[in-house]
DNA sequence: CAGTGAAGTTGACAGTAACAACATAAGAAA
DNA sequence: TTTCTTATGTTGTTACTGTCAACTTCACTG
C-alpha cells in the first residue's frame, strides 16, 4: 500500500520528486548488485517511470553515479567527523582509520563507485569540495603528530594507507592471508606503523639520489 | 605489407593463432582506451575475424580481460624481481615500492584492470599462483626489517600503501595536492614512514581495548 | 483562460554480450 | 584414396543498454 503502490495505481503524470527518487533508488541498486548493475533503464524502471524520464534529471549514466556518489561522501565524511573529537591525535587516528574501513565494509558498492574511474570527480565540483574538507581535517591531525614531515605528504601517504586497505579488502586480496572478518587485527598492525612511522621519520631522504633517480 | 595484411588478403579460414591475437589486441586496446572500452566485438574487428569467434577461445568477456589480467601480475612480478636483489632490505623495499608505482603508472590501464572488480581473481588460479609468488617475496624483506611484527600484517600493510599511492595517482586524486607528474617525494615520503614505522612499530597494541572495540 | 515550458512518454538507432545453427578445413580412420 | 570427426570461424538472432528526437501532459503565469 502507502506512497509505492498508490503512485502505481494513481499513476500520476508528474512524479514530484523524481530527481531523488532515481538517486535513492540508484543507491539502493549500488548497494544490491554494485556499480556495474545500475542501468538507467533499470533504475527508471524501479521508480515506475518510462526509460528516458531519467534524462529529464541526468544527462548521462555517469552524471546520476556521480550523484550517487556524492551522497557516499557526504556519508563517509559526517561518520568521519564523529571520530575527530578525540584528544590525542594518535589515537583520533586511528579511530578515522578503522571508521574509514568501516564505511568501505558497510558500503561496498557505494564505496566502490565512490573511486571508481568510471565517474570523472574533476567535473563534478561538489564531490571536490567534499573530499577537500575531508582531507584537511585528517591533515590537522597528522601535522600535530608528525611536524617534521611535510604535512601533504604525510597527509597523503595516511590516506593512500587506508585506500588501499578498503581497496584490498574489497578486492577479496586479503581472505587468503587474514581470517578475521572485521579485518581488526590488521587494522590495528597498520596504524601501529603508520604512527611509529610519523613520529620517527626523518625531515628528508637520507640519500638524496633517491629521490631524483630516473 | 607482411603477416596482418596478408591475412587480409588471403583471408584464410583459420586465423592460426587467434587465442594469442585476441589477447595481445585486448592489451592493446586496455592499454589505450581503458579496460572500459574493450568490447569482445571491437576486440574481433581488429583481428580481423568475425564477432563471435573470441568465444571460440573464451567464454565470456570476464575470460578474455582475466587473460589479460594474468599477463599483466607477470609484466609485474618480473619487473619487481628485478628490483629485490639489493642487500639492504630498506632500500630494496624502497625500490620495490618506485617499481610498483612506476609500472602503474606506465601501464595504467592493464593496473586498472589487474585490480578491478570487473575480475573475479578467485576463478583464475594463474593470477592467484603469480600474485602468491610476488607476496612471498615482499614478505622475506618485511621480516627482515621488522621481526617484531607479525610478518604477514606488517606486508599486507605495505602492499596496502604501495596500492593505495597507486590508485589514488591513477584516479587523479592527487594532482591538487602534488606537481611532480613522477610522484618522487610523495613516495620517497611514505617509504620514509613505513620504513620507520616497521623498524619502531611496538609488537603488541599498547591498548587492548582498541583492537576489541565495536 | 490561453499558452508556455518543464516533466514524462513513446519510438527509434546503434552498440553490446551471448546463444544457436551452420560452414570450413585439417587430421584420423577406413 | 575417401570418409568421418572435430576444432575453429561465420552468420543470424535475441535481449539488453545509452542516447537522441518528437510527442503528450499538466501546472503555473500573464
Given at each position: 500500500m502507502s506512497t509505492l503502490e498508490n503512485k502505481k495505481a494513481d499513476?500520476?503524470?508528474?512524479?514530484?520528486?523524481l530527481q531523488r527518487a532515481l538517486v535513492d533508488a540508484a543507491a539502493q541498486l549500488v548497494a544490491d548488485c554494485?556499480?556495474?548493475?545500475?542501468s538507467l533503464r533499470e533504475v527508471a524502471r524501479i521508480v515506475g517511470?518510462?526509460?528516458?524520464?531519467p534524462y529529464r534529471h541526468f544527462p548521462t549514466r555517469e552524471a546520476l553515479l556521480a550523484a550517487v556518489a556524492a551522497h557516499g561522501f557526504e556519508m563517509l565524511f559526517e561518520g568521519m567527523s564523529k571520530l575527530t573529537n578525540e584528544s590525542d591525535p594518535a589515537k583520533s587516528l586511528a579511530a578515522c582509520g578503522r571508521g574509514y574501513i568501516d564505511f568501505a565494509l558497510e558500503h561496498r558498492g557505494i564505496y566502490q563507485l565512490m573511486f571508481s574511474?568510471?565517474?570523472?570527480?574533476?567535473?563534478h565540483p561538489a564531490l571536490h569540495a567534499v573530499a577537500e574538507r575531508a582531507f584537511e581535517s585528517l591533515e590537522r591531525k597528522i601535522a600535530a603528530l608528525?611536524?617534521?614531515?611535510?604535512t601533504v605528504l604525510a597527509t597523503l601517504t595516511v590516506w593512500a594507507l587506508m585506500h588501499g586497505i578498503a581497496h584490498l579488502i574489497l578486492d577479496n586480496q586479503l581472505k587468503r592471508h587474514v581470517?578475521?572478518?572485521?579485518y581488526r587485527r590488521l587494522i590495528d598492525t597498520a596504524n601501529r606503523i603508520l604512527v611509529a612511522g610519523l613520529i620517527n621519520a626523518s625531515a628528508e631522504p637520507i640519500d638524496s639520489s633517491e629521490v631524483i633517480c630516473i
Open positions: 499513476a500520476p503524470y508528474h512524479h514530484g520528486d554494485g556499480p556495474a548493475a545500475v517511470v518510462s526509460h528516458n524520464a574511474d568510471e565517474i570523472q570527480k574533476g567535473s608528525s611536524p617534521q614531515v611535510p581470517d578475521d572478518p572485521s
